[in-house]
Nanobody, 119 residues
Framework: QVQLVESGGGLVQPGGSLRLSCAAS????????MAWHRQAPGKQRDLVAS???????NYVDSVKGRFTISRDNAKNMVYLQMNSLKPDDTAVYYC?????????????WGQGTQVTVSS
């Protein structure tokens, strides 16, 4: 059983930056594919970015060039650096862990952290 705890959300002005963190425990962290998702009010939860244990990354088109996902396997941490934030980025951001790939089999989820982009 993997436990995930997100932190780092908050209120930021358009064009600003935030760094989300996700602390993992309860498993062999380095073997999991880690991902960040977001869910805006009234919308479905969407994948934002993912990273394999070896560091291969993927991003949804809307955040390419603005967001960076990274991980520190020694610290059991995954991060999402978000730059040039837009109001459309406002959502609850969730961290997830997957044994093989995102969406396949059992996934573990954090409780989410709110990101609000507004002036």
């Amino acid at each position: 059983q993997v436990q995930l705890v997100e932190s780092g959300g908050g209120l930021v002005q358009p064009g600003g930056s935030l760094r989300l963190s996700c602390a993992a425990s309860g498993g062999i962290f380095s073997i999991y594919v880690m991902a960040w998702h977001r869910q805006a009010p009234g919308k479905q939860r969407d994948l934002v970015a993912s990273i394999t244990g070896g560091g291969n990354t993927n991003y949804v088109d809307s955040v390419k060039g603005r967001f960076t996902i990274s991980r520190d396997n020694a610290k059991n941490m995954v991060y999402l650096q978000m730059n040039s934030l837009k109001p459309d980025d406002t959502a609850v951001y969730y961290c997830s862990a997957w044994r093989l790939r995102v969406g396949l089999g059992v996934g573990y989820w954090g409780q989410g952290t709110q990101v609000t982009v507004s002036s």
